[in-house]
T-cell receptor, first 115, second 116 residues
Framework: EPEVTQTPSHQVTQMGQEVILRCVPI?????FYWYRQILGQKVEFLVS????????KSEIFDDQFSVERPDGSNFTLKIRSTKLEDSAMYFC?????????????FGPGTRLTVT | AQKVTQAQTEISVVEKEDVTLDCVYE???????LFWYKQPPSGELVFLIR??????QNEISGRYSWNFQKSTSSFNFTITASQVVDSAVYFC?????????????FGAGTRLFVKA
């Protein structure tokens, strides 16, 4: 069964460094998403992406964040200058289309630790 | 505005007990989708069920069952004869077709401990 994959599974970085989290969505899916889960808290929506542009973003997704689909398979989340509070699990998801009747498939997550 | 409330932060049961996890949602949309996810200690999100707002039929899948009641805006999840492997955090979630955009709104989660 096709699945969303994410690399790395765990990333440790120093405050102020740039990080890129990578995701490979399911191949025939057109909508891509990033969610964040701070340890012990709920999963929060960051951004959705369709047709090479952001379709929706939350207030968390400020200028420090950017997303890109650099080629036909990868979908990346970049954090320009990491802060301690960026430490969280980041989940990528994809769906065939954007409406709610299409399942969002979640990847296994990347645990980001900022020291 | 969309909102999902899981009032139970933690529940602890003994193996073989039945347990119900509560979920109450808010949306102005008439077309919406409700979900339950399981998050085991390893951290991934495991999809359990999706329900659309037009289908109020309750569903049973093995030891799992779901009770969807539009009148009370609730979508509760029951595990029958719980097992230690059911220990996890369970999230209820909502997507609204028109007003919710593309995002899934998650509740705060309920941490379930099943003791042997």
């Amino acid at each position: 069964e096709p699945e969303v994959t994410q690399t790395p599974s765990h990333q440790v970085t120093q405050m102020g460094q740039e990080v890129i989290l990578r995701c490979v969505p399911i191949s025939n899916h057109l909508y891509f998403y990033w969610y964040r889960q701070i340890l012990g808290q709920k999963v929060e929506f960051l951004v959705s992406f369709y047709n090479n542009e952001i379709s929706e973003k939350s207030e968390i997704f400020d200028d420090q964040f950017s997303v890109e689909r650099p080629d036909g398979s990868n979908f990346t989340l970049k954090i320009r200058s990491t802060k301690l509070e960026d430490s969280a699990m980041y989940f990528c998801a994809s769906s065939e289309l954007g409406t709610g009747d299409y399942e969002q498939y979640f990847g296994p997550g990347t645990r980001l630790t900022v020291t | 505005a969309q909102k999902v409330t899981q009032a139970q932060t933690e529940i602890s049961v003994v193996e073989k007990e039945d347990v119900t996890l509560d979920c109450v949602y808010e949306t102005r949309d008439t077309t919406y989708y409700l979900f339950w996810y399981k998050q085991p200690p390893s951290g991934e999100l495991v999809f359990l069920i999706r329900r659309n707002s037009f289908d109020e039929q309750n569903e049973i899948s093995g030891r799992y069952s779901w009770n969807f009641q539009k009148s009370t805006s609730s979508f509760n999840f029951t595990i029958t004869a719980s097992q230690v492997v059911d220990s996890a955090v369970y999230f209820c979630a909502l997507r609204a077709r028109n007003t919710g955009g593309f995002k899934t709104i998650f509740g705060a989660g309920t941490r379930l401990f099943v003791k042997a």
